[in-house]
């Protein structure tokens, strides 16, 4: 069994700071690309940031410049540091990763509970 926790979030004025936190636990043999999603009210999920194993980054446009990712793999943590947020930035933000179970050696996607971020005008 695997879980992704995040922790972090919270409510901000605009121009604000908060940094994002998802450590994953249980069953894992290695964890490949990890990443952050978020979706805000009345909309669908949108991918936010994806990082490689080897720490390549990929970003979505409206975020790049203003938030970072990245991942301590000897914790199993990856990290979302978000910069001069606006309120286009309010969504429930969760955590994913490309895990490998230790027997099978499949890689299986999971998802963390999701944490709220708020950004006020």
């Known amino acids: 069994q695997v879980q992704l926790v995040e922790s972090g979030g919270g409510l901000v004025q605009a121009g604000g700071s908060l940094r994002l936190s998802c450590a994953a636990s249980?069953?894992?043999?290695?964890?490949?690309?990890m990443g952050w999603y978020r979706q805000a009210p009345g909309k669908q999920r949108e991918l936010v940031a994806t990082?490689?194993?080897?720490?390549?980054?990929n970003y979505e446009d409206s975020v790049k410049g203003r938030f970072t990712i990245s991942r301590d793999n000897a914790k199993n943590t990856v990290y979302l540091q978000m910069n001069s947020l606006e309120p286009e930035d309010t969504a429930v933000y969760y955590c994913?990763?490309?895990?490998?179970?230790?027997?099978?050696?499949?890689?299986?996607?999971?998802w963390g509970q999701g944490t709220q971020v708020t950004v006020s005008s």
């Open positions: 249980g069953r894992i043999f290695r964890i490949n690309d």
């Open positions: 990082v490689t194993r080897g720490g390549s980054t």
């Open positions: 994913n990763a490309d895990i490998v179970d230790p027997s099978s050696l499949r890689g299986f996607k999971f």
